[in-house]
T-cell receptor, first 113, second 111 residues
């Protein structure tokens, strides 16, 4: 059974804190993605990575950074959390270009107070 | 990034009714995917389509890859209460790494 696991289901952080969201996949996928999901705005791509140590900005990278030191792990970092980063964060992985699917983790509901 | 046009936005149906939703794109895709998301959970893959005109079933769910390669359709037959959730389409081109997502269809099934 394919698996993408996000380290936390729920997080509450204070404004200004540095926040780490971790994602691990066991499918040996090259591609990994971080999205945020807000009501009425759908899924928006923050960053994706197509190989270890490689990353590309998505549609809304401001205020975020990422790290991919190992193929199976992709971390999203909020350098200084703000209340407008309160959201549902979803990690996904896939094979590279071509005919393949994206598999999602269970999501992390982050609240910044 | 591109967002796909998905309709309807929401549906309220009686248990036992059939459901249809669709997704359109301005780009040609070589992969169409359909997901279901339960409240507070991540999306779960329902059906994957890889060929124009392809019709694929998963239980009571049937999805089609449009022949123009710019659209896809999902049908749910004989809906039941556990079908409640948000259904998303997603597409991918032959050369790109990214997936593009629809805005979602929220389904409510009234027992």
């Amino acid at each position: 059974d394919v698996k993408v696991t996000q380290s936390s289901r729920y997080l509450v952080k204070r404004t200004g804190e540095k926040v780490f969201l971790e994602c691990v996949q066991d499918m040996d996928h090259e591609n990994m993605f971080w999205y945020r999901q807000d009501p009425g705005l759908g899924l928006r791509l923050i960053y994706f990575s197509y190989d270890v140590k490689m990353k590309e900005k998505g549609d809304i990278p401001e205020g975020y950074s990422v790290s991919r030191e190992k193929k199976e792990r992709f971390s999203l970092i909020l350098e200084s959390a703000s209340t407008n980063q309160t959201s549902m964060y979803l990690c996904a992985s896939s094979l590279p270009q071509g005919f393949s699917e994206a598999f999602f983790g269970q999501g992390t509901r982050l609240t910044v107070v | 990034g591109q967002q796909l046009n998905q309709s309807p936005q929401s549906m309220f149906i009686q248990e036992g009714e059939d459901v249809s939703m669709n997704c359109t794109s301005s780009s040609i895709f070589n992969t169409w995917l359909w997901y279901k998301q339960d409240p507070g959970e991540g999306p779960v893959l329902l059906i994957a389509l890889y060929k124009a005109g392809e019709l694929t079933s998963n239980g009571r769910l049937t999805a089609q890859f449009g022949i123009t390669r710019k659209d896809s359709f999902l049908n749910i037959s004989a809906s039941i209460p556990s079908d409640v959730g948000i259904y998303f389409c997603a597409g991918r081109t032959n050369t790109g790494n990214q997936f593009y997502f629809g805005t979602g269809t929220s389904l409510t099934v009234i027992p």
